[in-house]
């Protein structure tokens, strides 16, 4: 039921309003959550998808949602290429969004190691296909660019010249520091170019 206003007939979830300061300014309603709007279609989508009509929570209308993860995940999959489990290199696929419940082992961005994947579902929540995932490339560090930028506002070029180049330390630095960001970034991300397909159980 409405309140504060006629119901507009065959409409449902609509409400049309005369406001109180200007009476010639028609206001609108939503019924599902008395939200008020000057503009007749705001008012008409504001608990509705606009795709389908159906009502929705907030913003989100997840029939609609669904289909579009679905269509999207089908492209993907489409131009992937297909590789066996039993070919698959990685030690870790990408399970995030697949099969009929959340994987078993699995972390929160969906990432899991492959010895898990027969514990990860019962057999009939078992996708057919997992995503490939790769290494994340180790970020770069210049030393010599670092201390150059740090230094160009406060000292002449040759004094920066001397420190960067006049002996072997910066060097030095350089090799350790990359040494470090190697060990200390041992990430990977998914590929969604390789689809890893299962055996059926």
Same mark, same amino acid.
């Given at each position: 039921?409405?309140?504060?206003?006629?119901?507009?007939?065959?409409?449902?979830?609509?409400?049309?309003?005369?406001?109180?300061?200007?009476?010639?300014?028609?206001?609108?309603?939503?019924?599902?959550?008395?939200?008020?709007?000057?503009?007749?279609?705001?008012?008409?989508?504001?608990?509705?998808?606009?795709?389908?009509?159906?009502?929705?929570?907030?913003?989100?209308?997840?029939?609609?949602?669904?289909?579009?993860?679905?269509?999207? /995940?089908? @492209?993907?999959?489409?131009?992937? #290429?297909?590789? +066996?489990? !039993?070919?698959?290199?990685? =030690?870790?696929?990408?399970?995030?969004?697949?099969?009929?419940?959340?994987?078993?082992?699995?972390?929160?961005?969906?990432?899991?190691?492959?010895?898990?994947?027969?514990?990860?579902?019962?057999?009939?929540?078992?996708?057919?296909?997992?995503?490939?995932?790769?290494?994340?490339?180790?970020?770069?560090?210049?030393?010599?660019?670092?201390?150059?930028?740090?230094?160009?506002?406060?000292?002449?070029?040759?004094?920066?010249?001397?420190?960067?180049?006049?002996?072997?330390?910066? /060097?030095? @630095?350089?090799?350790?520091?990359? #040494?470090?960001? +190697?060990? !200390?970034?041992?990430?990977? =991300?998914?590929?969604?170019?390789?689809?890893?397909?299962?055996?059926?159980?």
């Amino acid at each position: 039921m409405c309140f504060g206003g006629e119901q507009r007939s065959g409409k449902e979830g609509l409400c049309k309003m005369t406001s109180p300061i200007v009476e010639t300014v028609d206001l609108y309603r939503c019924c599902v959550c008395r939200a008020r709007y000057d503009d007749e279609e705001d008012a008409r989508k504001c608990c509705h998808c606009p795709k389908c009509g159906q009502r929705r929570e907030r913003a989100w209308c997840h029939p609609c949602a669904d289909k579009e993860h679905e269509a999207r /995940e089908k @492209a993907d999959f489409d131009k992937a #290429k297909k590789i +066996a489990l !039993g070919d698959y290199e990685g =030690e870790y696929v990408n399970v995030d969004g697949l099969g009929r419940h959340f994987a078993n082992g699995a972390d929160e961005g969906g990432y899991l190691a492959v010895d898990a994947l027969d514990d990860a579902w019962a057999p009939e929540d078992r996708p057919a296909y997992v995503w490939g995932v790769q290494p994340m490339p180790a970020p770069s560090f210049d030393l010599s660019e670092e201390i150059q930028r740090d230094l160009e506002s406060e000292y002449h070029e040759s004094v920066i010249e001397n420190v960067i180049s006049g002996g072997p330390e910066i /060097e030095q @630095a350089q090799t350790l520091i990359k #040494k470090a960001l +190697a060990r !200390g970034i041992n990430g990977f =991300e998914t590929d969604r170019t390789v689809a890893v397909l299962l055996p059926k159980r």
